[in-house]
Nanobody, 121 residues
Framework: QVQLVESGGGLVQAGDSLRLSCAAS????????MGWFRQAPGKEREFVAA????????YYSDSVKGRFTISRDNAKNMVYLQMNSLKPEDTAVYYC??????????????WGQGTQVTVSS
C-alpha cells in the first residue's frame, strides 16, 4: 500500500496561484496512476486531475481545464498540482490519490489526508 501526504495548501486571493505537492512512500508511484480530487464543504468529493503512470497522458475536469496542471516526478516519488487563476469556487480540501487507471475514478483506492485550499474574493 502506498502512503500519500499532501502539502502546499493555504489561503490565497482570487487570481493567485498555488502548487500542491504529494509525497508518496511505501511503494513507487511509477506503479500507479495518480490523481487529485477535492471536496468542498457540504459537497461530495469530485475529480480534479489525473495522470497515467509515466505522466505522458493527463485528464482534467472541465472546471479546472486550462488552469490546473498535474505533473509527477517518479524518481522523487512526488506528484504536483499547479493551480493558476484560482477562483473562490476552487475552495476545498484537496486529496492526492493513487489508482490503477487514470481515467477510472473508481480505481483510485489509496488516499492522503488532504490539504485545505481557500480562495478569497
Amino acid at each position: 500500500q502506498v502512503q500519500l501526504v499532501e502539502s502546499g495548501g493555504g489561503l490565497v486571493q482570487a487570481g493567485d496561484s498555488l502548487r500542491l505537492s504529494c509525497a508518496a512512500s511505501g511503494r513507487l508511484i511509477s506503479s500507479y496512476a495518480m490523481g487529485w480530487f477535492r471536496q468542498a464543504p457540504g459537497k461530495e468529493r469530485e475529480f480534479v486531475a489525473a495522470s497515467n503512470r509515466n505522466g505522458d497522458s493527463t485528464y482534467y475536469s472541465d472546471s479546472v481545464k486550462g488552469r490546473f496542471t498535474i505533473s509527477r516526478d517518479n524518481a522523487k516519488n512526488m506528484v504536483y498540482l499547479q493551480m493558476n487563476s484560482l477562483k473562490p469556487e476552487d475552495t476545498a480540501v484537496y486529496y492526492c490519490a493513487a489508482g490503477t487507471y487514470y481515467r477510472n475514478y473508481g480505481s483510485f483506492g489509496s488516499w492522503g489526508q488532504g490539504t485545505q485550499v481557500t480562495v478569497s474574493s
